[in-house]
């Protein structure tokens, strides 16, 4: 996405609450400046603009040749709503595709079986929140290889770019990273800590807000995989 797009998305997930400034722990055991809860993207309102933004990146993303995709999937259980809500966004911009979603464990009574949706078929992109570590891109694409599908690539609303491992013993590289490696498919964002540094840079984050900036930039140099173009 463009610049400018990535400065609304991180002032509408502020006006949202769903990121938010302080002192955090994560789950890796590191005293973190800043927290994102896509959670908290938990009304109609929130929820249809949240899918505009990931509607756009992709296609977006599509036009500049980074991507081709003829459906979407949602891991359980948060990609669900998020892959759900961007194919009503991506018709409503005339674009209409497929979709469909795993459950946790398979049904055995119904129509049974692990997925609910369309078939899966083609290039199929991956929507998520984030990626930690990246167990349910895994998931996911042994489950769309194994309909005879091809796994596109994957869109989230924010990469952290942080190494991976604890708060002592760092990976080298970070966990999107390792998934672009591992499967030989590009990893989107909406926004990335970059982004982030960026907009407390710029007037967009001027005032009280401006004085988390150098908190976050030295969360970056301690646990970050280094600003990209």
């Known amino acids: 996405m463009s610049v400018a797009q990535s400065v609304e998305f991180i002032r509408f997930a502020l006006d949202a609450g769903v990121l938010s400034f302080g002192q955090f722990r994560t789950k890796a055991g590191r005293d973190s400046p800043y927290f994102f809860n896509a959670g908290l993207f938990n009304d109609g309102a929130r929820l249809g603009r949240l899918a505009e933004f990931y509607a756009q990146a992709l296609l977006d993303a599509e036009a500049r040749g980074a991507i081709r995709f003829d459906m979407l999937f949602g891991p359980a259980y948060t990609g669900i709503t998020l892959a ?25 009574h119904g129509e049974g079986g692990l997925l609910i949706g369309a078939p899966l078929r083609g290039r199929v992109i991956i929507i998520d929140d984030v990626i930690s570590a990246g167990t349910s891109v895994r998931e996911s694409v042994d489950i769309i290889r194994a309909a005879g599908a091809e796994p596109a690539g994957v869109l989230i609303a924010l990469d952290r770019r942080e190494r991976g491992g604890s708060a002592t013993e760092l990976t080298a590289d970070s966990a999107v990273q390792q998934v672009q490696a591992m499967f030989g498919i590009p990893v989107l964002s909406i926004a990335s800590l970059d982004d982030l540094i960026a907009f407390l840079e710029t007037s967009a984050g001027a005032g009280d807000l401006a004085a988390h900036r150098d908190q976050v930039i030295a969360y970056r140099t301690r646990y970050g995989v280094g600003q990209t173009d």
């Open 84 to 108: 759900s809500a961007t194919a009503v966004a991506l018709a409503r911009q005339g674009r209409n595709v497929d979709f469909t979603f795993n459950r946790k464990e398979a049904k055995d």
